[in-house]
T-cell receptor, first 112, second 113 residues
Framework: ELKVEQNPLFLSMQEGKNYTIYCNYS?????LYWYRQDPGKSLESLFVLLSNGAVKQEGRLMASLDTKARLSTLHITAAVHDLSATYFCAVDMQGGSEKLVFGKGTKLTVNP | NAGVTQTPKFQVLKTGQSMTLQCAQDMNHEYMSWYRQDPGMGLRLIHY???????DQGEVPNGYNVSRSTTEDFPLRLLSAAPSQTSVYFC????????????FGQGTRLTVV
């Protein structure tokens, strides 16, 4: 059974600081996705990581995937208040893409 | 394109009532799924479908039924609502031929009293 663990689950940081969110998963997979959710809203796709060593960047966010370590990171550079949201990672079951398994999410609060 | 459309956005049910949450997508995606989101639990898969006429159970299927008569529609039925089904429900669709992300509807906030 595929399990996906995120840490930390809650993150409070100051504007301008850097931090990393970690996503570990339990079985072999080479497809990982990051989503953002604002309060009361739906999930918005941030990054699609499809191979070992994949790195994607968008603004102050950078995501990477290490399939050998079964680990993805979401790095935040010089945080700003607008990045406050909940971030989810999700992993495909090996061999098929009909089921995504989600982590519990990391609630990020960026304080002025 | 509307993407994934869920109705209703909000619903209050009494224990024992039944209802259907509607989900429709206009992207011709073969894969569709229903998730529930509860505080501190992330998103948990209820049921999913890989195409018209094919459905399967996810992690938390009890108390829910689904059917997939067309590619576009994937309704979720609660046969006898219970307070434990109070949650936010999300429908998602994906293209099966390309390694792409899932697209989510706006969610249905359901309260069972």
């Amino acid at each position: 059974e595929l399990k996906v663990e995120q840490n930390p689950l809650f993150l409070s940081m100051q504007e301008g600081k850097n931090y990393t969110i970690y996503c570990n998963y339990s079985t072999t997979s080479d497809r990982l996705y990051w989503y953002r959710q604002d309060p009361g809203k739906s999930l918005e796709s941030l990054f699609v990581l499809l191979s070992n060593g994949a790195v994607k960047q968008e603004g102050r966010l950078m995501a990477s995937l290490d399939t050998k370590a079964r680990l993805s990171t979401l790095h935040i550079t010089a945080a700003v208040h607008d990045l406050s949201a909940t971030y989810f990672c999700a992993v495909d079951m090996q061999g098929g893409s009909e089921k995504l398994v989600f982590g519990k999410g990391t609630k990020l609060t960026v304080n002025p | 394109n509307a993407g994934v459309t869920q109705t209703p956005k909000f619903q209050v049910l009494k224990t024992g009532q039944s209802m259907t949450l509607q989900c429709a997508q206009d992207m011709n995606h073969e894969y569709m799924s229903w998730y529930r989101q509860d505080p501190g639990m992330g998103l948990r898969l209820i049921h999913y479908s890989v195409g018209a006429g094919i459905t399967d159970q996810g992690e938390v299927p009890n108390g829910y039924n689904v059917s997939r008569s067309t590619t576009e529609d994937f309704p979720l039925r609660l046969l006898s609502a219970a307070p434990s089904q109070t949650s936010v429900y999300f429908c998602a669709s994906r293209d099966r031929t390309v390694n792409t992300e899932a697209f989510f509807g706006q969610g249905t906030r359901l309260t069972v009293v």
